[in-house]
């Protein structure tokens, strides 16, 4: 389960409004301050329930109801990005959670499913997986975000109960939205509100696809540095230099060249190419992981034809050691003939 930096994003907003050092945060947090910034950016469940946990352990200059004062002034601190955009253009708190679950779907994913839904004028009810007791933190800044909701439609706070799995949400019916009935009727139609509902919701999705790439990238990418650490510290053992340059796999672990002669110094000309081809891998897979790829990158390495020289340079590089190979069998045989 991950929960959208929508919410690191607000609790974040409210510390700068207050005047908060976040130096500590910057570091004590392992999540770049970056990325809990980016409200359309997602993490695990534990490291969002982390994250609030390290806040509220700081000593603030306004600790009260840290988490309920992030909800609460949602509306104010347009911490949510698109979606905030849209839920004032929303004629009552009925049609945000028209939905219930697609709305949910905006700070938790995979989209929760819900059961037991109940609607009336004043409220909604529903059950969903998700135990308050299990994040507590999390869904105590969720419950105080329901409840401003009533807010971008210029109601009061609504009231928001949820315990253990039943979530309840009452608003007041009382005063009347910012937009009347015949307002609404002249300047916002239901296609639009869904047209806009169905966007956000798209992006959405292509944001959490694009975020579960790059987080099985930068899994690839810990597990290639672990790997090469530990090769690394083996081969540090040998005795053969040339050796240590070879890759832990593939064509180039099968050679192994008298010290000092011309086949020992192009193979391991050819090792230190493949270690450099390696690196420049590295670095345009961790900027793309970050988001660095700008448009004069992407065109650059267009012209360069990255995409060919990426799996190119491996065939080339065992096929010049093939040929390597075939030599020093040569130059063996050579000198197998002069002894004789």
Same mark, same amino acid.
């Given at each position: 389960?991950?929960?959208?930096?929508?919410?690191?994003?607000?609790?974040?907003?409210?510390?700068?409004?207050?005047?908060?050092?976040?130096?500590?945060?910057?570091?004590? =947090?392992?999540? =770049?301050?970056?990325?809990?910034?980016?409200?359309?950016?997602?993490?695990?469940?534990?490291?969002?329930?982390?994250?609030?946990? @390290?806040?509220?352990?700081?000593?603030?200059?306004?600790?009260?109801?840290?988490?309920?004062?992030?909800?609460?002034?949602?509306?104010?601190?347009?911490?949510?990005?698109?979606?905030?955009?849209? !839920?004032?253009?929303?004629?009552?708190?009925?049609?945000?959670?028209?939905?219930?679950?697609?709305?949910?779907?905006?700070?938790?994913?995979?989209?929760?499913?819900?059961?037991?839904?109940?609607?009336?004028?004043?409220?909604?009810?529903?059950?969903?997986?998700?135990?308050?007791?299990?994040?507590?933190?999390?869904?105590?800044? !969720?419950?105080?975000?329901?409840? =401003?909701?009533?807010?971008?439609?210029?109601?009061? @706070?609504?009231?928001?109960?949820?315990?253990?799995?039943?979530?309840?949400?009452?608003?007041?019916?009382?005063?009347?939205?910012?937009?009347?009935?015949?307002?609404?009727?002249?300047?916002?139609?239901?296609? !639009?509100?869904?047209? @806009?509902?169905?966007?956000?919701?798209?992006?959405?999705?292509?944001? %959490?696809?694009?975020?579960?790439?790059?987080?099985?990238?930068?899994?690839?990418?810990?597990?290639?540095? $672990?790997?090469?650490?530990?090769?690394?510290?083996?081969?540090?053992?040998?005795?053969?230099?040339?050796?240590?340059?070879?890759?832990?796999?593939?064509? @180039?672990?099968?050679?192994?060249?008298?010290?000092?002669?011309?086949?020992?110094?192009?193979?391991?000309?050819?090792?230190?190419?493949?270690?450099?081809?390696?690196?420049?891998?590295?670095?345009?897979?961790? !900027?793309?992981?970050?988001? $660095?790829?700008?448009?004069?990158?992407? %065109?650059?390495?267009?012209?360069?034809?990255?995409?060919?020289?990426?799996?190119?340079?491996?065939?080339?590089?065992?096929?010049?050691?093939?040929?390597?190979?075939?030599?020093?069998?040569?130059?063996?045989?050579?000198?197998?003939?002069?002894?004789?």
């Amino acid at each position: 389960m991950h929960f959208s930096c929508k919410i690191s994003n607000a609790v974040l907003t409210i510390l700068e409004n207050q005047g908060e050092d976040l130096t500590p945060i910057y570091e004590q =947090s392992t999540l =770049s301050l970056d990325l809990l910034r980016d409200s359309s950016y997602w993490i695990s469940a534990p490291q969002m329930e982390n994250f609030l946990s @390290l806040v509220l352990h700081l000593p603030l200059k306004n600790e009260d109801s840290l988490l309920e004062r992030a909800g609460h002034e949602g509306p104010e601190l347009r911490a949510w990005g698109v979606l905030d955009s849209v !839920l004032r253009m929303m004629p009552r708190p009925q049609e945000i959670f028209n939905q219930p679950e697609q709305f949910l779907s905006y700070f938790i994913s995979p989209k929760p499913p819900i059961d037991n839904l109940r609607r009336d004028e004043s409220g909604v009810s529903f059950d969903l997986p998700l135990p308050a007791e299990q994040y507590p933190l999390v869904t105590t800044y !969720l419950k105080a975000a329901f409840e =401003s909701l009533p807010l971008y439609v210029g109601q009061p @706070l609504a009231k928001c109960e949820w315990r253990e799995i039943h979530l309840k949400l009452n608003w007041s019916t009382q005063q009347s939205s910012m937009l009347n009935e015949e307002t609404i009727g002249h300047q916002v139609s239901p296609a !639009l509100f869904q047209s @806009l509902i169905d966007d956000l919701q798209r992006t959405q999705r292509e944001r %959490e696809d694009l975020q579960k790439f790059v987080g099985d990238l930068e899994a690839k990418i810990l597990e290639y540095e $672990k790997q090469n650490l530990d090769l690394a510290k083996v081969q540090a053992t040998k005795v053969e230099p040339a050796i240590s340059l070879l890759p832990a796999e593939g064509s @180039l672990s099968g050679f192994q060249f008298a010290s000092d002669t011309p086949f020992d110094q192009l193979f391991q000309n050819l090792a230190r190419m493949q270690d450099y081809m390696v690196r420049a891998q590295q670095l345009v897979v961790m !900027l793309a992981a970050q988001g $660095k790829m700008t448009p004069a990158v992407k %065109e650059a390495m267009r012209r360069v034809d990255w995409d060919f020289v990426k799996t190119q340079y491996p065939r080339t590089v065992s096929e010049s050691m093939d040929v390597l190979r075939k030599m020093q069998n040569k130059n063996t045989e050579k000198e197998g003939t002069r002894h004789v």
